[in-house]
Nanobody, 124 residues
Framework: QVQLVESGGGLVQAGGSLRLSCAAS????????MGWFRQAPGKEREFVAA????????YYADSVKGRFTISRDNAKNTVYLQMNSLKPEDTAVYYC?????????????????WGQGTQVTVSS
């Protein structure tokens, strides 16, 4: 059974940092683009960041550029999202996903495996 399991969410004050992890099991995703999305209450799920299979290409939403960093360790089948300078508007459930596209993509439809999500709450 293929699973993506996120961890590392929690409650943090504005300006603080969190590091999210996404551990994959059941198959390797070392050849896939991986991404992070988020969904705030009452809003659509939105793209946050993506990383190519080898880690050399990354892509970020404008809202997180310069504050978030996506990385991966293919030996551990794990993807990370380092979040710095957090803002209250970053509050959301964060989801890890695996893409069926070779290209680094922000398009939800290109992601076919999803984790269950981890809550991030940023207080002001």
């Amino acid at each position: 059974q293929v699973q993506l399991v996120e961890s590392g969410g929690g409650l943090v004050q504005a300006g603080g940092s969190l590091r999210l992890s996404c551990a994959a099991s059941g198959r390797t995703f070392s050849g896939n683009t991986m991404g992070w999305f988020r969904q705030a209450p009452g809003k659509e799920r939105e793209f946050v960041a993506a990383i190519s299979w080898g880690g050399r290409s990354t892509y970020y939403a404008d809202s997180v550029k310069g504050r978030f960093t996506i990385s991966r360790d293919n030996a551990k089948n794990t993807v990370y999202l380092q979040m710095n300078s957090l803002k209250p508007e970053d509050t959301a459930v964060y989801y890890c996903a695996a893409s069926n596209s070779v290209a680094v993509t922000a398009t939800r439809g290109n992601y076919y495996y999803w984790g269950q999500g981890t809550q991030v709450t940023v207080s002001s």
